[in-house]
């Protein structure tokens, strides 16, 4: 279903160039808005302004994902082995939801990891088989793309918000147990989510990583190193930030 009539959408055309820029300068407004925000309160934690911001932007992620999904459920457009929220950045935006409506470090952790990783991938290397610009799918997808990874850097570079090992080890728990209820969901139901059984229909980077199911294996050792890498440099010197919310 589409706004308009679209061709076809083509990695790294126009439109994907668009996005991409459209997606750099977000970073850089997020990050200065966010550190204008860096305001301690008497007891501790973040200011006001961080927190009504925090819930504005958590229900615009809301109103956005949920907007443009909605097609998704519509007679004739429902399908058992795409239209169900079971890929992980189906779990992704509602953390960026949670971390942002309440500042806390679980849901942090999870944006942090999740975002900037495996929702830059997404970015970078869309598998979308859909129509380009304007047809809902290609909303969909780079809108809930794009209010993730906006949502880790805002909390990060522009709240300054810190990862810990303590973080990584929830998201290394949290995305193993996705990871094993999607893999047996695609076994009952003949899915294939996050794309654990079988890999996509169109080129992407798991192509680079062999035939199933060592190419899950490796993923799943690219992002247990890749997530240290991410948050080590975190470790080594001692946070500046106001201490986050809740856990």
Known sequence: ????????????????WAVLGVFAVGCAGLVLLGRSQRVVEPGGGFGGEA???????????VYVVVGTHVSAFLPGEWNTGSS????????AWPAAVVALWTLGRRGFALTYYWGL?????????PTLSGGDYPDVEYLAFFGMH???????????????????WRGYRFAIAATLAWAV???VFNLVAGTNYGYLNDK??????????????WYVLAEALIILLGWALITWPWTRTPPSAPPSGPP
Do not use: N
């Not at 990783?117 to 290397?125: A, E, H, I, M, R």
């Open 146 to 164: 794009l209010l993730i990874v906006w949502a880790a850097v805002y909390l990060t570079w522009g709240l300054g918000m810190r990862p810990d």
């Open 51 to 61: 927190r009504g911001f925090g819930k504005a932007y958590a229900l615009a992620i």
């Open 181 to 183: 209820a999607a893999f």
């Open 200 to 213: 996509p229909g169109e080129a992407s980077v798991l192509d680079l990583l062999g035939p199933w199911p």
């Open 1 to 16: 279903m589409s706004l308009a009539a679209a061709d076809g959408f083509v990695a790294f055309g126009v439109s994907h």
């Open 84 to 91: 169900l929220p079971l890929h992980l950045c189906d779990l």
């Open 117 to 125: 990783t495996l929702s830059v991938q997404g970015l970078l290397t």
